[in-house]
């Protein structure tokens, strides 16, 4: 049981640059999100899934697109990369809503430097 | 003004040491509450959630004062793996949280 996985670890863009963040989970978890966290600052959400095909803003989402055709991946998509983009970025997901299944657990993160 | 507040710190204690620190949330309407602990350059983990009439897990404390809209973390007999950020996050009616920039705690020998 990996729990959620992100890939790239690291990265370096260009400005103007496209790329996708990949996560993955493998426990069956309805909902996932992604954050990103600069530093000193809290978790911002970009985006988040309640499930299969439904996708929906969070706090901070211009500059990024998203997708979830399947349970378990949850993409996150930056096109034109710009120097705010760089951050650390988070991916998490959630079984549900009530309280006792409400944990989120994150991936390791993604470290991305736009230059 | 901010959703979740929290003091950054750091707070640098010796180990045995007793430390706690307090967070404040905006929302009235905040249902669910916890402590995230977050090592340097990792992801956040759960530490505990935070129960209306407080809770305890092992060394830590955690209390939610709904008037005043606050909740606090103490942490007994600091071990030196204590050193982390600790995260106040907040959740309203649904699942989304909402998370405070963290309080730093550093144990020292």
């Known amino acids: 049981n990996a729990g959620v996985t992100q890939t790239p670890k690291f990265r370096i863009l260009k400005i103007g640059q496209s790329m996708t963040l990949q996560c993955t989970q493998d426990?069956?978890?309805?909902?996932m999100y992604w954050y990103r966290q600069d530093p000193g600052m809290g978790l911002k959400l970009i985006y988040y899934s309640v499930g299969a095909g439904i996708t929906d803003k969070g706090e901070v989402p211009n500059g990024y697109n998203v997708s979830r055709s399947t349970t378990e991946d949850f993409p996150l998509r930056l096109e034109l990369a710009a120097p705010s983009q760089t951050s650390v970025y988070f991916c998490?997901?959630?079984?549900?809503?009530?309280?006792?299944?409400?944990?989120?657990?994150f991936g390791p993160g993604t470290r991305l430097t736009v230059l | 003004r901010k959703e979740v507040e929290q003091d950054p710190g750091p707070f640098n204690v010796p180990e045995g040491a007793t430390v706690a620190f307090n967070c404040t949330y905006s929302?009235?309407?905040?249902?669910?509450f916890f402590w995230y602990r977050q090592d340097c350059r990792k992801e956040p983990k759960l530490l505990m959630s935070?129960?209306?009439s407080g809770n305890e897990d092992g060394r830590f404390t955690a209390q939610l004062n709904r008037a005043s809209q606050y909740i606090s973390l103490l942490i007994r007999d600091s071990k030196l793996s204590d050193s982390a950020t600790y995260l106040c996050?907040?959740?309203?009616?649904?699942?989304?949280?909402?998370f405070g920039a963290g309080t730093t705690v550093t144990v020292r020998a």
């Open positions: 996050v907040v959740s309203s009616n649904d699942y989304k949280l909402s």
């Open positions: 426990m069956n978890h309805n909902y």
């Open positions: 998490a997901s959630s079984l549900g809503q009530s309280r006792d299944s409400n944990e989120q657990f």
């Open positions: 929302n009235s309407a905040s249902q669910s």
């Open positions: 935070v129960y209306s």
